[in-house]
């Protein structure tokens, strides 16, 4: 007689593991972290490879209006809003929503509508509601402790098609090659998977490809780039490790920049975001992958 075989992929309760692993990860960064960020961001954008593969693959029809949670400063809502398309933008940072408005003047785009909210918020009491536009977005912003009710609240709104974007690493902020180089192992979180499984069990088909991200870092000095890297293994959300272990992957971060880092040859030239860039920069870039998910109504 053989024992019962139980699938752990049908059985488990993707949304219900997703909130016991939010308890153990970094905390997601408040509305006061990202007002002060914004103060770093410039209006003006380099052309971005990311922002073009989300907009081609979300295949946003002409005249469609958008949804944009978690807008940021505007990545994707000011080209839509170039574009033509009606968008409702909401983010829970007043200093994001003022850099895209700022971004939104210039362009002289008057279709873009902000509004201060959060994934958490009574999004009725804001206005947003069922079937409210045609499509709804969320890039790079989903970080809610209940996956399953962000992923339904967008599919509510929209009309006709949801296109999200989640890590398909631990973190945007832990560069994986870094720990493995250094011999800590990262712990994966995969966001992409939980949100694709929660949406199978609500049986949504969910299409998935990927889009990859180039980070260039800089650093004011190798001392600068040390410390601001050696915060991924002071993370206990991202290893695990004993502290003798962290002290030796200390250790032989050092040993890595000194292999790794080099001098900016374009030092002081803006960046993707606009900010000028600093003396160091490591020889190989990061890159971030992205899983763009989509779903039809």
Known sequence: MHDEFTPLLTATDWNEEWKEFQKVRRHADDAAFWDKR?????????????????????????????????CGTGALAVPLGEAGHKVVAADFSQGMLDQMQARLDAAGVRTVVPKLMSWEDDWPAFGVREGMTDVAIASRSIATADLRDALLRLTEVARRRVCITLATGSSPRVDERILAAVGLPSVLGRDYLYAFNILANEGIKAE??????????????????????????????????????????????????????????????????????????????????????????
């Open 38 to 70: 914004s103060a770093t961001f410039t209006t003006k954008d380099a052309p971005n490879l990311y922002v073009e593969k989300f907009l081609e693959y979300a295949e946003i029809r002409p005249g469609e209006t958008v949804f944009d949670m978690g």
């Open 208 to 297: 998935v490809r990927y889009i990859d991200s180039t980070r260039d870092d800089t650093f004011a000095t190798p001392e600068d780039a040390y410390e601001k890297l050696a915060a991924m293994i002071d993370d206990s959300a991202a290893v695990r490790a004993s502290d003798e272990e962290r002290e030796q992957a200390r250790a032989n971060l050092r040993e890595w920049l000194a292999a790794n880092l080099v001098p900016n040859e374009t030092a002081g030239a803006p960046d993707r975001k606009g900010v000028a860039q600093l003396a160091w920069r490591l020889a190989e870039p990061r890159t971030v992958t992205w899983a763009f998910l989509a779903w039809n109504k």
